[in-house]
């Protein structure tokens, strides 16, 4: 099983990193992917062009095995529809079953995506939720809180899993850089290291 995590990561933190690593070993994934998004449908545009969102990418997780940042959204032009990209994933890798994981806010919105029926037909869905959080309202027929039930089918079925709970937010750590101040300890060394050097995110 493979987890796909979208996002801006504009930049990406621990936040992303933490709770994508309880997952990969809370249900034992080969490999989770991280797939920035190019032009996001439902918010205004990264701060950063998709080249250095990716190298921050690149220098916070690129010594972890279990991580693979997948490109496929910032080559494609036009919206980044989730649905797209977990087609392309299917046609490439048609055996292996794909979980996506979304944060409690975003399933939220998960019935608004573009057809998300047809999502549920590619993809296990797995949201990440705070310890004690009530189940999500959506699809209750779906919902299973086995994660053995995830490998008896190759999609469709929703999985609530309680992940390590960090307040830390891009937005946060962008208004600190634009501020002057360190985001330091919110994301890995080596991204900080790079956005200090090219002088991302700053005032001016
Ligand atoms: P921004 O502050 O710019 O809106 P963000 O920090 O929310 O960005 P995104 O790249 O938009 O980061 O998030 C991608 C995915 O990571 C989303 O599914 C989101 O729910 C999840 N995520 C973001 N921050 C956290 C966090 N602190 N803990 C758990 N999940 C997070």
């Not at 797209?84 to 048609?94: F, G, I, K, M, V």
């Amino acid at each position: 099983m493979i987890g796909v995590l979208g996002g801006t990561f504009d930049p990406v933190h621990y936040g992303h990193l933490r709770t994508a690593l309880d997952v990969q070993q809370l249900l034992g994934l080969e490999q989770v992917r991280l797939i920035p998004l190019r032009d996001p449908p439902h918010r205004p545009q990264p701060a950063l062009a998709p080249a250095d969102r990716l190298a921050l990418l690149h220098a916070a997780v690129d010594d972890n095995p279990r991580f693979r940042i997948d490109p496929r959204e910032l080559e494609r032009s036009g919206k980044s529809y989730t649905l797209d990209t977990l087609q392309s994933l299917r046609a490439e890798q048609p055996h292996t079953t794909f979980c996506l994981l979304l944060g409690g806010d975003a399933f939220h919105g998960f019935p608004h995506w573009h057809r998300p029926d047809d999502i549920l037909e590619l993809a296990h869905l797995v949201v990440m939720q705070r310890p004690g959080e009530p189940d999500p309202q959506h699809y209750p027929d779906r919902i299973t809180h086995d994660p053995a039930a995830l490998k008896r089918q190759t999609a469709g079925l929703i999985l609530p899993l309680p992940v390590t709970q960090l307040e830390i937010s891009a937005t946060r750590i962008r208004e600190l850089l634009r501020q002057g101040h360190s985001p330091r300890y919110l994301l890995p060394d080596a991204a900080l290291e790079l956005i200090q050097q090219r002088r991302y995110y700053q005032a001016g």
